[in-house]
T-cell receptor, first 119, second 107 residues
Framework: EAGVAQSPRYKIIEKRQSVAFWCNPI?????LYWYQQILGQGPKLLIQ????????DSQLPKDRFSAERLKGVDSTLKIQPAKLEDSAVYLC?????????????????FGQGTRLTVV | DAKTTQPTSMDCAEGRAANLPCNHS???????VYWYRQIHSQGPQYIIH???NNETNEMASLIITEDRKSSTLILPHATLRDTAVYYC????????FGAGTTVTVRA
């Protein structure tokens, strides 16, 4: 079974530039997550999708971050314009939909992440 | 969201059992307890989850107290490869991680 695919693996940009990350979840997984992980901290949930809809985006800095999930499959996360403090690893994960709720009793699978450095 | 509290770090001797505690006193009746771990430079990896009963799989055992306010993840025979950050989560709505417990297994 193919895992969660993310690209690119590494990205270096200058501040105020824009950047986009791509995620292809495991086939059939309805729930998709994007996380930001700053060095030394736990992953911070940015946005959670269930199919095409947004379950939670309360921690997404909407003035500069945006995310979409096309046809309930692939997803892109964009930052425009980037700031120095956006330097982090961006992780994508997916899980099967559960009758218990958007995340209930299911296992989430994570991609390798994209390491973003803003200089 | 049910808040979870874990120790910041702990050491364990290789070959011994590692017992990782988690407090989730505000957990609601239908929320599961989940454990994930993150090995350096990798994405988090699912370990186990449970509701009321104790659970065991090939990786670990999960012991949940009768009142469900706390749980313990047990790694029965810790190896150096179990060195990682371990996260306890009690939420069925969204997958949110706290700071976790940094577990260092020493030879």
């Amino acid at each position: 079974e193919a895992g969660v695919a993310q690209s690119p693996r590494y990205k270096i940009i200058e501040k105020r530039q824009s950047v986009a990350f791509w995620c292809n979840p495991i086939s059939g997984h309805a729930t998709l997550y994007w996380y930001q992980q700053i060095l030394g901290q736990g992953p911070k949930l940015l946005i959670q999708f269930q199919n095409n809809g947004v379950v939670d985006d309360s921690q997404l800095p909407k003035d500069r971050f945006s995310a979409e999930r096309l046809k309930g499959v692939d997803s892109t996360l964009k930052i425009q314009p980037a700031k120095l403090e956006d330097s982090a690893v961006y992780l994508c994960a997916s899980s099967q939909m559960s009758s218990r709720g958007p995340y209930g009793g299911t296992e989430a699978f994570f991609g390798q992440g994209t390491r973003l450095t803003v200089v | 969201d049910a808040k979870t509290t874990q120790p910041t770090s702990m050491d364990c001797a290789e070959g011994r059992a590692a017992n990782l505690p988690c407090n989730h006193s505000t957990i609601s009746g239908n929320e599961y307890v989940y454990w994930y771990r993150q090995i350096h430079s990798q994405g988090p990896q699912y370990i186990i989850h449970g509701l009321k009963n104790n659970e065991t799989n090939e990786m670990a055992s999960l012991i949940i107290t009768e009142d469900r306010k706390s749980s313990t993840l047990i790694l029965p025979h810790a190896t150096l490869r179990d060195t990682a950050v371990y996260y306890c989560i009690a939420n069925d709505y969204k997958l949110s991680f706290g700071a976790g417990t940094t577990v260092t297994v020493r030879a």
